[in-house]
């Protein structure tokens, strides 16, 4: 069953297409991962669900059009993000970055189960979130979206730049979140991808290359090579 | 010694008036990317609607009375301005700036055509009209309201923004706003709160100003806007603390400036300016200007 389909997505930005008709669904439960080389448009994808890009064709969430809504709108209907640049606003402290994020009726429990996932912020709530490093920024992103009632998670490269300890556990934390919120995940490195998403789309230059089960598509090196640029012979991933 | 009590208390007086001017500037630029040219006017209307009520009204009576109204008169003609001119304009930053400059010549032009070209002198109650002896100097008295206003705008703005929920809005925005948005918060509210709250300050200039020189013109406004517009580049775009900085370092060079030779003081501040930019680039606060 779909909670989003996206169906002929097209998004133009400074007069130049991006996406030409791009057209998939992400599953109510697990995670779907959107992959592709660089620059193909999994982050155009993203930002055109959020609303952040105007865009052309349907983005249904449960059965809702999103397209001509205003980003706080779907974001209110529970879609959380967690942007490439993990967007956290470095001149304000962890408490408040997350403060920011917390819904008006905000349960304690949800701030428990952020705390839980990822204690480094409950000790550095005081701290200003542009001196934490690359991962606790990380963690901070996905901690804050975390404190709203999300329906479903996009979450945009969530380990680039960390190193694999920190980025085995921003994975483990994703995991652990997917068990109750499906997530729609753009990820370049595999070996992630492998352990967590059950689905994979492959965009192509602003296309739809590949859809299928995630070991299926690792599996094949014919494939993983010739629409991700990276060699999975032998069980070897990225 | 005296002389140099007096140049600083005229120069922090100055300082005042451009925090209280270019604190909206900065917010509203921080916040919405808005090169708001019609901020000016909003300081000319506070000045007349406050001169309207001192002149019905004497004495403290008349002094509180035009504060209140000019606070009132620029917030609510700033709000209607994002309402009916910036709002339709987002995401057009040329037309924008186009809107807002006709805007900032069109109401100048308008509090003429209703109250005259010549200034209209505005009479100040016998306890603010006076001096007060500072180490031999004779500092008007009117110098001490304008920063002693100023001093609580900026502790208020500083509580606003630190405290509250809307000012952590206000501060996330300013860093990036796409993001305050993808967490469900509709920032058009806070660019409408951030408008107003701007005009408020700039209407309440406009008071000050008034009460300062001890008239209203038409081009008040304006010519106060120029030195908000350095204030805002040196403090840094949505800074509340470096544009206080800002508008000290403006105001007392403008002054010390102006001592030295009365055809130096406007020069200073470009020259100030210029400096900060080119070899340091950076503004006061050390950010990228």
Request: hydrophobic residues 50%.
């Amino acid at each position: 069953m779909s909670l989003l389909e996206i169906a002929d997505l097209r998004v133009s930005l400074g007069g130049s297409a991006i996406l030409h008709g791009v057209t998939f669904d992400v599953a109510a439960s697990g995670v779907t991962a959107l992959l592709g080389r660089n620059g193909v448009g999994k982050t155009t994808t993203a930002k055109a669900i959020l609303g952040l890009y105007a865009s052309a064709g349907s983005i249904r969430f449960d059965g809702r059009e999103l397209i001509g809504l205003p980003t706080y709108a779907v974001a209110r209907l529970g879609i959380g993000y967690v942007p490439e640049d993990r967007g956290v606003f470095s001149a304000l402290t962890v408490a408040e970055n997350m403060r920011l994020a917390e819904p008006r009726d905000r349960a304690t429990a949800a701030y428990d189960y952020v705390y839980e996932l990822f204690p480094v912020l409950k000790h550095r709530a005081a701290q200003s979130a542009g001196t934490l490093s690359g991962g606790e920024q990380q963690m901070l992103a996905i901690g804050r979206i975390l404190l709203r009632p999300n329906r479903l998670l996009v979450v945009d490269e969530p380990t680039k730049g960390l190193s694999p300890k920190v980025a085995a556990e921003v994975a483990h934390a994703l995991k652990e979140v997917a068990r109750t919120v499906p997530i729609l995940l753009i990820e370049q490195n595999l070996g992630v991808v492998r352990t967590m998403a059950g689905r994979s789309v492959v965009l192509d230059t602003g296309r739809v290359a590949h859809r299928g089960e995630t070991r299926d598509l690792l599996a094949n090196p014919v494939l993983t090579n010739q629409l991700l640029g990276v060699s999975t012979a032998n069980g070897v991933s990225s | 010694m005296t002389t140099l009590v007096l140049l600083t208390a005229t120069g922090l007086g100055l300082a005042a008036l451009y925090f209280l001017v270019a604190s909206g500037l900065s917010l509203i630029f921080g916040l919405m990317d808005v090169l708001n040219f019609a901020h000016g006017a909003f300081v000319s209307i506070g000045g007349y609607v406050g001169w309207t009520v001192a002149d019905h009204l004497s004495g403290t009576f008349g002094l509180v009375g035009s504060l209140l109204a000019g606070i009132a008169a620029g917030a609510a003609v700033a709000a209607a301005t994002e309402l009916a001119v910036i709002r339709p304009l987002y995401g057009r930053p040329l037309d924008q700036v186009l809107a807002t400059v006709g805007l900032g010549l069109a109401i100048p032009a308008l509090l003429q055509a209703i109250w005259g070209a010549d200034s209209r002198t505005w009479l100040l109650p016998g306890w603010l009209a006076g001096t007060v002896n500072v180490a031999g100097a004779h500092v008007p008295t009117v110098r001490f309201l304008l920063i002693g206003i100023a001093v609580a705008l900026l502790i208020a703005l500083r509580l606003l923004l630190g405290r509250t929920r809307a000012g952590l809005i206000v501060r996330a925005g300013v860093e990036d706003r796409e993001m305050v948005t993808a967490l469900g918060i509709d920032v058009r509210r806070a660019n409408s709160a951030v408008f107003a709250l701007g005009g408020a300050a700039a209407g309440l200039a406009g008071v000050l100003y008034g009460l300062y020189q001890g008239s209203v013109s038409p081009g008040d406004g304006t010519s106060l806007l120029v030195f908000a517009f350095v204030v805002v580049v040196l403090g840094g775009a949505g800074s509340i603390t470096g544009t206080a900085v800002a508008a000290i370092a403006v105001g007392l060079v403008q002054q010390y400036a102006d001592y030295a030779s009365a055809s130096l003081g406007d020069e200073s501040v470009v020259i100030l300016l210029a400096a900060v930019l080119l070899l340091r680039r950076r503004n006061l606060q050390g950010r990228p200007a």
